[in-house]
């Protein structure tokens, strides 16, 4: 017996140093490869970072939205760490026998507390498989791989329960209650002898142990590499949710050799931020970003987790090949894998190193299917930022390449020139005052004359000033102001484009000449409250015009009406009898948080009644205007606006509202796609509003 423990014992020590080695090399590879990219800079704010990992990781928040399958993980994450107690008690039978951890009167408590948690991780698993294969959810992958990780697991658990009834007989123990499973298989092997429940114990303890350091080898190299990624992915995401990073233009000491070599954007892997790269490798391969992406769902080629999976796999075949450092190991096992080979042979790499990211690993198609809603991010559990990534993408493909979609681009020269996307002149932008003469909305310049100040400027945005639809939501709005004694002024036509839109799109050049420019005139005019009616300009304004040394008070126009209607300087009184549901604007909702000041409104109003959609709040689906996408025809699949509109149908309202001019407009064609326009209005909150406090002359005006 002393001669096969200590066997025992050196075989243990060889494979257990092995694997470690293994895993460590893995580990090292991936550092490496994720040391390829730019250098990210780190904002600090500790304490907000531990409270996303306390929610996200140890809260399990964001996996819990989808019920079943967040119980799931939830029963798998807290007992596989609770399990590994029991591991390290096997190890120890198999090594010493006789002995066990040294719990003292608490260790019976402690096996049965085991063979619990070892249950509930078998009933998640047969849970799981059943999800995956049986019930096959469109957004998980199938096959042998996918579900390679439940085997795993389930063999740990199986091994676990049938090695300990196996030392129960070995032993000579009696059947307790504090192993109740372990205790049936014991009664069930009863005929076996010493020797036969021994050798039976070390099998199930050999399964257990080479699986285990099996696993331990498999996880950085697979999609389970999140176990290791998404806590430190959870902690590194931006501290702004959606906010883009600049780009310095400052060209000013390249040299005249370097010039043809300047690129902006990402046209290469490792010109991705490091922070990125492990947005990669914590991909769980879940399917929930493409299963609430409005592109996807629509039939667009856009799905966020492949673009992550592709260029993950990208990632660790060049990284292979520009570090020499073999993708997989054991390399002998895996000298076929593209990354493999990558790493051994000079033809290989050069023919990694030459794929084109745009082009051979993501196409133009994929990145131009974005319409930046952030749903994908939303529900995505280790907080992974796709929308950020598709738009350095675009950046690479609209600055460097110059290449843009035929509509957007003529948008946004008509940006560039007029200040708006339709081209109008830029002289008649404050011509929408005179739709309602009775509104009194002064410029700035207009106020300096009579000598007055201002506390807000409204900012009209070029929807509200050029969009007849949408300048009626303006004219509400600002006869609400006057209603409730707010001063304010706009700039009238110095007013242009906030910028948003070049952004998103990838233009990060003419954004910045946009920004500069606005900056200046807010400058100019001591401009310290900003109030919207555009949910894109009060996020660009709020979240990322401080990068440009602009900082101001900045509110939706829903937030001040809130506060008006709270304090009572408004009154809703008249009733407005409608059945009504509320589209959230992701800029609005996903980017800023603000979903309730906007119901609260409409749930002061007597004789509203408000429905939601299923999908509404953080899983409100985009309606399909953002990332520039408003101005482009969609050719592929159905009509996102069309999608939202059936979405908003099915709760069978008579009024549809929004709180962003641009979701109004794409929820009004809908409802004409529909064919239900007559029955169904749709209008702005603010509009709403205006019917229920202002006298009925100056509301229909309005």
């Known amino acids: 017996m002393d001669t096969f423990l200590m066997i025992n014992w050196v075989a243990f020590l060889v494979v257990t140093f092995y694997a470690l080695f293994l895993f460590a090399k893995v580990i090292a590879t991936r550092v490496a490869y994720i040391r390829l990219g730019k250098k990210s800079e780190f904002d600090g704010e500790i304490k907000l970072r531990i409270q996303r990992i306390i929610k996200n990781v140890f809260g399990q928040s964001k996996l819990l939205k989808d019920k079943k399958s967040g119980t799931i993980h939830v029963m798998m994450f807290y007992g596989f760490i609770l399990v590994q107690f029991g591991a390290i008690d096997m190890f120890i039978k198999g090594l010493s026998p006789g002995n066990h951890l040294p719990f003292g009167m608490f260790y019976p408590g402690f096996v049965f507390f085991q063979e619990l948690v070892t249950l509930m991780i078998l009933v998640a698993v047969v849970w799981a498989f059943y999800r995956r294969y049986m019930e096959k959810l469109v957004r998980l992958k199938r096959g042998l791989k996918a579900g390679l990780v439940l085997i795993f697991i389930g063999t740990l658990m199986l091994s676990v329960l049938f090695g300990n009834g196996m030392a129960l007989v070995w032993q000579g123990h009696e059947l307790t209650w504090t192993e109740p499973v372990a205790s049936v298989l014991a009664g069930l092997f009863g005929w076996a002898s010493a020797n036969t429940a021994m050798v039976l114990f070390y099998i199930a303890w050999w399964v257990h142990t080479i699986t285990l350091l099996t696993f331990l080898v498999y996880v950085p190299q697979s999609k389970h590499a999140h176990l290791i990624a998404a ?234 000033s050029f969009d007849s639809r949408s300048q009626k939501i303006a004219l509400s709005f600002a006869k609400l102001m006057n209603q409730a004694g707010v001063s304010f002024a706009i700039l009238g036509n110095t007013e242009a484009n906030s910028g948003d839109i070049a952004r998103r799109i990838g233009n990060e050049f003419l954004f910045q000449e946009i920004a500069e420019k606005n900056i200046k005139q807010f400058t100019k005019n001591d401009v310290t409250k900003i109030v919207t009616i555009d949910p894109h300009a009060y996020n660009i304004f709020k979240n990322e015009y401080p990068d440009f040394g602009f900082e101001a008070e900045v509110y939706h126009h829903t937030q001040l009406l809130y506060d008006l209607v709270m304090s009572g300087k408004l009154d809703p009184q008249k009733p407005i009898n409608e059945k009504l549901t509320y589209h959230d604007s992701c800029y609005l909702g996903r980017y800023n948080g603000v979903y309730d000041p906007p119901r609260e409104i409409l749930k002061a109003i007597p004789g509203l009644e408000l429905v939601e959609m299923d999908r509404s709040r953080e899983n409100g689906m985009c309606c399909g205007a953002g990332g520039g996408l408003m101005w482009t025809e969609e050719t592929t699949g159905n009509r996102i606006n069309v999608a939202r509109t059936e979405q908003a149908l099915q709760v069978q309202p008579s009024m549809i509202s929004s709180a962003c001019p641009y979701c109004l407009t794409m929820l009004s064609d809908g409802t004409k796609a529909k064919e239900v326009e007559e029955d169904i209005g749709t209008m702005d909150v603010a509009e709403i509003l205006a019917l229920s406090v202002l006298e009925e002359n100056d509301a229909k005006t309005a």
């Open 231 to 464: 806590p430190i992915n959870v902690f590194l995401t931006k501290r702004v949710p959606g906010k883009l990073e600049k780009i310095d233009f400052d060209l000013e000491d390249m040299d005249e050799e370097n010039e043809e070599e300047i690129a902006f954007g990402v046209g290469k892997v490792e010109d991705f931020k490091q922070h990125q790269m492990i947005d990669f490798y914590a991909c769980v391969e879940c399917g929930r970003c493409t299963d609430v992406c409005p592109a996807s769902g629509t039939g667009k080629m856009l799905s966020p987790m492949d673009i992550m999976i592709k260029v993950r796999d990208h990632l660790t075949e060049k990284g292979a090949s520009i570090t020499g450092k073999s993708a997989w190991v054991p390399s002998y096992a895996f000298s076929g894998t593209a990354g493999n080979q990558a790493s051994a042979s000079n033809e290989a790499a050069a023919s990694v190193q030459s794929m084109s990211l745009i082009g051979d690993v993501i196409t133009e198609e994929e990145l131009a299917g974005c319409t930046t809603c952030r749903n994908c991010e939303d529900a995505c559990p280790v907080n992974n930022e796709h929308v950020g990534t598709i738009i350095d993408m675009r950046r690479y493909l609209v600055m460097t390449e110059g290449k843009m979609d035929s509509e957007i681009q003529r948008a946004v020269m008509n940006i560039e020139r007029q200040g708006n996307p339709w081209g109008l002149s830029k002289k008649d932008r404050i011509k929408w005052r005179e739709e309602d003469e009775s509104a009194y909305i002064p410029t700035i310049k207009e106020l300096k004359k009579e000598d007055k100040d201002f506390e807000y400027l409204f900012w009209v945005s070029s929807m509200g």
